[in-house]
């Protein structure tokens, strides 16, 4: 007798337990996507910053649609812009694509756990319709009387209302499968509508992509109409990028005098540098690539070093810092700790404020109102002068150079995420 009913008991609850085990796999299944998911947040993170870029760019070629006259300028912004769209583009394809998985693997580990959970539903079943039978049945009374002594009497009933405590964990364990379930059909009818979402995105950003594109082929066809205006602004910028670096070159020999006034056995070509002026530029040189950029918003129009110019591919132009865009009645600001070497008034240039950071200099081009005198220290981010506005383009140089010969260095390689 007592063998009997332990016999049963003991066929009711397994397979039940052999299915709990398996939904409990599938739950765990469930983390798998967890790492998708985070890539898909990364991906969102940057498809905004790129909507962010564009948008700006606009911004910037709204200012100077109120001219009516294209420009290089607005080319070189409609390049860019193309440039970000199709890194748009293949993020969204990107983002569809493991939203497509996702979507996938959840729909197969959705019916591996509905088929799961009827198991256990139906098991479940059949262990309550033994426990019924077996309420007040005589095979349980005398499962306990039928012990050898008091102890093992004791562990039987103990035994008896764990089986209880055990069908209402597992009642329990279907409750939570249950919502489990619900949530994740809930998750996948979001991420359906998010697809159909996104391949609306993909179709309204190809049409924009198609538009910016038939608007740089006309743009650049409308300047190539205009090759001799376009080799004058060349040599004008040339011969601005001369004035300022004799400009320079007049700063740092003036620096090269105080220096050796103030230290009369130093060699005459020697730049010698006082400790706090060494540790200012070791500071500076420990900032590369972090340096703050010299206005708050900007892109870059014009990049560092000799470059095919955009529209006449057989000229070379050569630039010794970078030109950056930005929105009308922006400012400028130092990008480190210095003092004002020479605040300066170039032709073409406007005015332009060289800072020393040690044995580095930046200079600051084509400003208006200067707020800082020569001799003055400086602190990072501080504003140093308002930028120019000419023709619908506000538009500023900043160059970095380094020691007595005023190398020129690439400030793309120096402002925080400028490359």
């Not at 085990?21 to 798998?32: E, N, T």
């Not at 198991?119 to 262990?127: H, S």
Request: aromatic content about 6%; proline content about 2%; charged content about 35%.
């Amino acid at each position: 007798m007592r063998n009997a009913f332990l016999s049963k008991y003991t066929t009711a609850i397994r397979p039940f337990a052999k299915t709990a085990l398996l939904a409990f796999v599938l739950l765990l299944s469930c983390s798998v996507v967890f790492g998708q998911s985070q890539k898909r947040k990364e991906l969102e993170k940057q498809k905004s910053n790129l909507v962010k870029d564009i948008e700006y760019k606009n911004k910037l070629l709204e200012q100077t649609k109120k001219q009516k006259q294209s420009t290089l300028n607005d080319l070189v912004l409609i390049n860019k812009k193309i440039n970000e769209r199709q890194q748009l583009i293949t993020t969204i394809r990107t983002e569809i694509n493991l939203l497509s998985d996702e979507i996938e693997e959840n729909q197969a580990l959705l019916e591996s756990m509905h088929n799961d959970l009827k198991k256990l539903k139906e098991e479940y079943a059949e262990l309550i319709r033994f426990a019924e039978r077996n309420q007040n049945s005589y095979d349980k009374l005398m499962f306990v009387f039928a012990a050898k002594d008091f102890n093992q009497a004791y562990k039987r009933i103990k035994y008896l209302r764990e089986y209880t405590e055990y069908r209402k964990r597992q009642a329990a364990a279907i409750k939570r499968l249950e919502k489990k379930l619900q949530e994740e059909t809930d998750q996948l009818k979001k991420d359906r509508k998010q697809k159909e979402q996104l391949l609306t995105d993909l179709s309204s950003e190809k049409q924009k992509l198609a538009g910016e594109q038939e608007e740089q082929e006309s743009l650049a066809n409308n300047l190539k109409q205009k090759e001799r205006e376009l080799k004058k602004e060349i040599d004008k910028k040339q011969e601005e990028q001369l004035a300022i670096q004799k400009a320079i070159q007049r700063v740092i020999a003036e620096e090269l005098r105080k220096s050796r006034e103030a230290n009369p056995k130093s060699k005459e070509s020697e730049w010698s540098l006082t400790p706090e002026a060494k540790a200012l530029a070791d500071d500076f040189t420990s900032n590369k690539g972090q340096l703050p950029w010299p206005t708050e918003k900007g892109v870059i129009t014009q990049s560092y070093g000799i470059k095919a110019h955009p529209v006449l591919s057989h000229l070379k132009v050569k630039n010794d810092g970078v030109a950056i865009s930005t929105e009308e009645g922006s400012t400028a600001r130092a990008v480190f700790d210095g003092e004002v070497s020479k605040v300066l008034i170039i032709p073409g240039a406007g005015k332009v404020v060289v800072i020393r950071h040690g044995d580095y200099l930046t200079a600051y081009g084509k400003l208006d109102d200067v707020f800082v005198t020569t001799g003055e220290k400086v602190t990072s981010k501080q504003a140093i002068g308002t930028i120019r506005t000419s023709q619908g383009k506000t538009e500023m140089e900043f160059q970095i150079r380094k020691g007595q010969k005023a190398e020129t260095l690439d400030p793309a390689y120096w402002l925080y995420k400028a490359r």
